[in-house]
């Protein structure tokens, strides 16, 4: 089988690479999961430049072989085999979420799966156990009311407009900090709006004129640097801002005054991290209610486009280049 590894650090395009494997008998406990769609997200590129939350883990994929890391942390895919302990029988459909997901076949507990109903196609339940559960916890945390003003950045990317697509839904006013615009608010749309980020005064004085009197109630950020520092900016005393990914690469300079004289609370969100002070019954209900927002389309999963395995290094660079929205896909 097909399995997509790398084996040292660097830019994905440059040391990504396909090597063929042999699949094994799932474990007591485990399924063997047929892949067949997987997205490319930037905590997989992170994980590629050894700038993610946790070490690769860098062995043997056969005896002898050289040490490789394996790639990918969620996928969609068709049950191939159970462990006789196992309930889930061959043919059902599954999201996954796991290392390793770049592959064609991978075995994995079943507590790292979720069967998936046949009216959510692939294209979504690949993307099901990242995005949609940190936009819907983000939010939960915030634990914002209806006409706070809520700030992102990042926020054309796909968390980004689901989160804004649940704080709509909760009466949360939301304002974005966007690179280049891609859409102009109207009158009926002016509790969505999107700020360029440069120049920054101005920016600053678009979002204190949307957000009014009351100022912004709490950012969230997922680039760092400066634009991080930005949305830290404009936050009002004792307002709140999750920092949750880094896009850009570079550190927030924090001003302390920030933190001491208007007591601006910053905190960070790791989902793996959020996911463990869950318990099963919590868990269960958000993989409940993201596959009810998926299937009625109160979140929007788009593809941008998708590749195979084999082209995963072309796949890399068109997600990391692209202009557009949706997620780059590796199929097959």
């Known amino acids: 089988m097909r399995t997509v590894v790398f084996r040292e650090h660097g830019e994905p395009a440059d040391v990504l690479s396909v090597i063929e494997t042999e699949p094994t008998d799932p474990l007591p406990g485990e399924v063997r999961v047929r892949l067949t769609a997987r997205p490319i997200n930037p905590s997989d590129l992170l994980w590629i430049r050894g700038r993610y939350g946790r070490a690769a883990r860098f062995g043997p994929l056969a005896p002898g072989a050289p040490p ?7 996928a969609a895919g068709v049950v191939d ?62 634990g914002l009311a209806a006409g706070d003003v809520l700030l992102q ?53 678009q979002i204190a004129v949307f957000a009014g ?3 912004v109630t709490a950012a969230l950020d997922a680039v760092g640097g400066a634009t991080g520092r930005l949305a830290l900016d404009c936050v009002r005393d004792g307002g709140r801002m999750t920092v949750y990914g880094m896009l850009s690469g570079s550190d927030i300079a924090v001003p302390p005054d920030s933190l001491v004289f ?33 299937t009625h389309h ?24 692209r202009a557009g929205t949706g997620k780059i896909l590796l199929v097959g």
């Not at 079943?110 to 069967?115: G, K, M, P, S, T």
């Not at 804004?164 to 509790?191: E, K, M, Q, W």
Request: overall charge negative; aromatic content about 2%; some cysteine.
């Open 68 to 74: 490789v890391a394996p790639v990918g942390f969620e």
């Open 81 to 142: 085999k159970a462990a006789p302990d196992v309930r889930l029988r061959p043919g059902s459909r599954v999201a996954v979420s796991a290392d390793g997901t770049w592959r064609e076949y991978l075995n994995v507990s079943v507590a790292d799966v979720i069967e998936i109903p046949d009216r959510l196609p692939d294209d979504l339940a690949c993307q099901m156990t990242v995005n949609p559960m940190t936009a819907n916890l983000l939010l939960d945390d915030l």
């Open 153 to 205: 950045t990042a926020a054309t990317s796909t968390v980004g407009r689901m989160i804004t697509a649940l704080a709509r839904r909760r009466g949360i006013r939301c304002v974005g900090l966007v690179r280049r615009r891609h859409h102009r608010p109207t009158p009926s749309d002016d509790d969505a709006v999107e700020v360029l980020v440069d120049p920054p005064e101005r920016a600053r004085e």
């Open 213 to 215: 009197v009351g100022g």
């Open 262 to 294: 208007h007591g601006v609370n910053l905190d960070g969100f790791w989902l793996p991290e959020r996911m463990r002070t869950m318990t099963p019954e919590e868990i269960g209900e958000l993989v409940r209610t993201v596959t009810d927002q998926l």
């Open 298 to 321: 109160h979140l929007h999963a788009p593809v941008a486009g998708r590749h195979a395995l084999a082209d995963v290094r072309d796949a890399v660079r068109r997600a990391e280049s």
